[in-house]
């Protein structure tokens, strides 16, 4: 399964934008994660494969929202409220099984997409 992550991109704080990630294939448990020049990655937030059960950083809750259209095999992050420490790489992770906060338990990566956001 190849994953296709896109959306990013520059906006000012306060601003929004909305990532995307397109799985080639089947997929269940989808999660995004970020890094930012000189940290290491973390979980922003992931969803399971209804859709109905999402988990969030703490950074991120009330912010971001994490959707999917199974139809198109496709993942969502609607960022909201960006502030410039959002500034990261934006990496979709995917796992035929269930979803995690955890990195190792995704077997699909997708490229990255760069998310700055300025202030």
């Known amino acids: 399964v190849q994953l296709q992550a896109s959306g990013g991109g520059l906006v000012q704080a306060g601003g929004s934008l909305r990532l995307s990630c397109t799985a080639s294939?089947?997929?269940?448990?989808t999660a995004w994660f970020r890094q930012a020049p000189g940290k290491e990655r973390e979980f922003v937030a992931a969803i399971g494969w209804s859709g109905t059960s999402t988990f969030y950083a703490d950074s991120v809750k009330g912010r971001f929202t994490i959707s999917r259209d199974n139809a198109k095999n496709t993942v969502y992050l609607q960022m909201n409220s960006l502030k410039p420490e959002d500034t990261a790489v934006y990496y979709c992770a995917a796992s035929p099984t269930g979803s995690s906060v955890y990195d190792d338990s995704y077997n699909y990566w997708g490229q990255g997409t760069q998310v700055t956001v300025s202030s």
């Open positions: 294939g089947h997929t269940s448990g």
